[in-house]
């Protein structure tokens, strides 16, 4: 936050500064204004202001968009922990049966994420195998290793 506060501080300094030094030049006549007309007005089109329209309106509708997608969420939110804990008899109406899902059922999202908490698994059962299987083999070779050093010295 002071970064930007210090950034708009700086910028408005800035600013002031470009209009002095403008002032100076034009009143140590530096610079020659030209009394033409035609090259000071802008060539403003349709298309331009349609540009401009068009920006605003994405923005607008974007704010408009989130808003509301933000206000659905806690609506949501709010209710569903009145439900669960002010009104638990109407909780019960809406609770999802548990029980096997035909899996033609299962969307393909839901079941891609089935799929990868599977392969998730299986991955951290075969690391911990070979960890476990790495532990044991030291464990076997300091054994080798403490048993033919009795032997050597037997």
Known sequence: MTLIIIIFF????????????????LRTKRIIIIDEQDKFTPNLSFRYFEKIFLFLTKHIIQWIVLS????????????????????????????????????????????????SKIKIKKVKEKIQKEHEDK??????????KEISEVDKIL
């Open 10 to 25: 700086i910028a408005i300094i800035l600013a002031f500064g470009m209009l002095i030094v403008r002032d100076w030049k």
């Open 68 to 115: 509301s997608v933000k206000v659905w969420f806690l609506i949501v939110a709010k209710t569903k922990v009145l439900f669960q804990n002010k009104l638990p008899k109407i909780n019960k109406l809406f609770k999802k049966k548990e029980g096997i899902f035909d899996s033609r059922k299962i969307s393909f999202i839901q079941r891609a994420v089935i799929e």
């Open 135 to 144: 532990l044991e083999s030291s464990t076997d070779v300091e054994t080798n």
